[in-house]
């Protein structure tokens, strides 16, 4: 396999084998695009249908949500629906082999995602959300969770309820929200305490799949390099950022597996 890559990315994924072969510590940051091979669309891809005319960006904050709870009601069931189908690809399916392989080779391999997605549990890794859960719900003006929406609790998405009216939260009346990271909320303080800790103790930062254009997820990155790791970014349209050591710029789904087999063969 891989032989069918260019010669340039072969010597890339060599170097990143050799790297991570000998690398204590591994801190991965997986975003929307590790799940793009599953047939989740990014936020920076264009919207469909119904939803064409709205940007993420605007959808997705609590002013959204204050003005017009409805709206960004219906957008999140609308995305729901989208994902609840979608399966892990072969790079959630490489992380867990890998995060499975780490526990006999007393490697440790931290992974963090900025995708509301459940896409890394179900190929069996643990991760840290960053941006919260797709599947949780939570009241907008007391904070009672309402864990309703969770598909673990179903055997299939079919169960589901994708209906777009508002709920009113049982305790105090108000609207039920997505229990996501909206822009300009804070992050939830345990996730990103151990995401910070994992980021300035390794000695490799993997980005995988995301613009890194997202604060403060973005700075984990540069917390890894201000404290001597190397950077390694798997994208197929490689981000601008100088601090990247080695990119492999390929999807996830081909570069992962490769990775992942010549690691954990060594
Ligand atoms: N493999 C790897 N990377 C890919 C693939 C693939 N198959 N397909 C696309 N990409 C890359 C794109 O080139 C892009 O750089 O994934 C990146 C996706 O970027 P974004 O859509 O900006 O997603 P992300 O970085 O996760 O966004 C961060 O923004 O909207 C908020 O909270 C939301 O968590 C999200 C955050």
């Given at each position: 396999?891989?032989?069918?890559?260019?010669?340039?990315?072969?010597?890339?994924?060599?170097?990143?084998?050799?790297?991570?072969?000998?690398?204590?510590?591994?801190?991965?940051?997986?975003?929307?695009?590790?799940?793009a091979e599953s047939g989740i669309p990014t936020f920076r891809d264009n919207q469909t249908g119904l939803w064409e005319n709205y940007r993420a960006e605007d959808l997705a904050t609590p002013e959204a949500f204050a003005r017009d709870p409805?709206?960004?009601?219906?957008?999140?069931?609308?995305?729901?629906q989208l994902v609840a189908d979608k399966k892990p690809n072969p790079a959630?399916?490489?992380?867990?082999?890998?995060?499975?392989?780490?526990?006999?080779?007393?490697?440790?391999?931290?992974?963090?995602?900025q995708n509301v997605d459940d896409l890394h549990?179900?190929?069996?890794?643990?991760?840290?959300?960053?941006?919260?859960?797709?599947?949780?719900?939570?009241?907008?003006?007391?904070?009672?969770?309402?864990?309703?929406?969770?598909?673990?609790?179903?055997?299939?998405?079919?169960?589901?309820?994708?209906?777009e009216e508002l709920i009113n939260c049982s305790r105090c009346d108000g609207y039920i929200r997505p229990d996501i990271v909206w822009f300009g909320e804070a992050l939830p303080v345990q996730a990103w305490q151990t995401a910070e800790e994992a980021a300035?103790?390794?000695?490799?930062?993997?980005?995988?799949?995301?613009?890194?254009?997202?604060?403060?997820?973005?700075?984990?990155?540069?917390?890894?390099?201000?404290?001597?790791?190397?950077?390694?970014?798997?994208?197929?349209?490689?981000?601008?950022?100088?601090i990247v050591d080695i990119t492999l710029a390929e999807k996830a789904g081909v570069i992962m597996p490769l990775l992942v087999e010549q690691i954990t063969k060594l």
């Open positions: 396999m891989l032989a069918e890559l260019l010669p340039a990315l072969i010597a890339e994924v060599e170097l990143a084998t050799k790297l991570l072969a000998s690398a204590p510590r591994v801190c991965i940051l997986t975003g929307a695009g590790i799940s409805e709206l960004v009601w219906s957008w999140y069931q609308w995305r729901r959630h399916d490489a992380l867990a082999q890998w995060q499975y392989h780490a526990q006999s080779s007393h490697q440790q391999v931290t992974l963090i995602t549990e179900q190929a069996g890794s643990d991760v840290i959300h960053l941006h919260g859960n797709l599947w949780g719900n939570r009241c907008s003006q007391c904070d009672t969770s309402y864990q309703n929406q969770s598909r673990r609790t179903f055997d299939s998405a079919s169960t589901l309820s994708f209906d300035a103790n390794c000695d490799v930062f993997i980005s995988i799949g995301t613009s890194s254009l997202v604060y403060p997820a973005a700075e984990l990155s540069q917390l890894a390099k201000q404290n001597g790791a190397k950077i390694i970014e798997i994208n197929p349209s490689p981000t601008p950022n100088t």
